[in-house]
């Protein structure tokens, strides 16, 4: 595959999002599939707006205002640091007075369509074109409700000097409710974006990188994700996926956080050798991949970023290890078989530069992207054959 687009992101996060209107699911899908031509239009790929929503002040609590040159001129419109946001901005933009009485329209997608579409779009045909995507938009969402479990075995290579197996990346925290070994959230951004939220968009734009330049080298990769929505997963559950996929690597993406605004800087933990990493050596030439992909796309976007280096997790607030580093956990044996490991914490979000550079600024996607495709580029020449 050559990479996963912006619109199976946006289905897959969507599919089971917890919304109050299950039933306008698919609609207000195919809304945004016009909106965005299918997610490809510039304010859906530079800023996540996918249903084309001009900046009002209401939606501060869920968007930034970001000046945009659309067909019809200049204007201010809202930028979202996640899809997340978009989905939870959209249903926001609709509780705004000029669609006030809308919730009496919910039933079925037709009404509601036709009531919120002539004031969304100024045009009474809009409601038919986003009419005749509905059946496109529901078959994307049966598709990813019935997307098969990614624990089966790779399909192997043509070229076993191509295959570079199975990578598992792991979106830090996630949902509401504690976890042994995973807390739903740490570090808030400056603009007020959860840290859970970027983790969750940096892996899936790691996913798509790592995808895009696989298939461009002619190589085989398989990307598991250890969630693909808002959910929590234990720690322990976390680093099995490495062992049920049979993965080479797994790696988990953080941020960092601080009460202080000035710290900034990326680091990658390994297990430290106290807390009985049986291969520390191999994860230690992992976690140094890792932090140079990081820092050297941070770097491209930021070159005064700050190497924090490769740290053991004796140095995290869990002295004695974390769950997701854990070789029982990923199942690495002495003798067996051996996963390598790391955790990277991107940058601080509560810097403000750093925010603006990866979180709300106009060039915050771009740079995002940037610093994956980074990644993506050291994860492949580790995991060369
Ligand atoms: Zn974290």
């Known amino acids: 595959m050559a990479g996963t687009s912006l619109l199976e992101r946006l289905v897959s996060i969507y599919y089971d999002d917890p919304i109050r209107f299950p039933g306008l699911r698919a609609v207000t899908l195919a809304q945004w599939m016009l909106e965005s031509g299918r997610g490809t239009s510039g304010l859906a790929t530079a800023h996540y707006n996918l249903a084309g929503m001009k900046w009002r002040s209401e939606m501060a609590p869920y968007a930034t205002k970001v ?3 659309a067909h019809d001129g200049p204007d201010y419109y809202c930028k979202f640091a996640t899809l997340e946001n978009f989905i939870a901005g959209y249903w926001a933009f609709l509780n705004r007075s000029p ?3 809308w919730e009496e329209h919910t039933d079925d997608p037709e009404d509601f369509i036709g009531f919120i579409g002539k004031t969304y779009s100024g045009s009474d045909a809009y409601a038919a074109k986003v009419l005749a995507l509905l059946p496109e938009a529901e078959a994307l969402l049966r598709a990813a409700a019935a997307a098969p479990a990614d624990d089966a075995p790779a399909p192997a290579a043509a070229d076993a000097a191509l295959d570079l197996g199975t ?3 792991d979106p830090g925290h996630g949902g509401t409710q504690p976890l042994p070994g995973s807390s739903p959230n740490n570090a808030i951004s400056v603009s007020g974006v959860k ?9 899936f734009s790691l996913k798509s990188a790592l995808e895009r330049q696989a298939h461009g080298a ?12 808002d959910v929590n997963v234990a720690g322990r559950d976390r680093a099995q996926r490495a062992f049920t996929t049979g993965a080479r ?3 988990s993406l953080h941020f960092n956080g601080n009460a202080n605004p000035t710290p900034s800087g990326v680091e990658t933990y390994l297990r430290a050798q106290e807390n009985g990493n049986i291969n520390y050596a191999e994860d230690l030439a992992f976690a140094q991949a890792v932090q140079a992909g990081l820092l050297s796309g941070l770097r491209s976007v930021a070159p005064g970023t700050k190497d924090r280096g490769v740290k053991p997790d004796t140095q995290t607030q869990h002295s004695g290890g974390l769950a997701v580093l854990s070789d029982i956990n990923l199942g690495n044996t002495t003798s067996g078989r051996r996963c390598v490991a790391a955790l990277a914490e991107i940058e601080f979000i509560t810097n403000p530069a750093v925010d603006a550079r990866l979180v709300s600024g106009p060039d915050a996607l771009e740079n995002r992207t940037a610093v994956m495709e980074s990644l993506a580029t050291a994860l492949r020449r580790y995991l060369h054959p």
């Open 195 to 203: 840290e859970k939220k970027l983790t969750l968009d940096f892996a």
């Open 99 to 101: 669609y006030s009485g």
């Open 167 to 169: 990578l598992v990346i």
């Open 249 to 251: 690597a797994f790696l």
């Open 67 to 69: 000046l945009y040159l």
């Open 218 to 229: 002619g190589e085989t990769l398989r990307v598991v994700l250890t969630r693909s929505s």
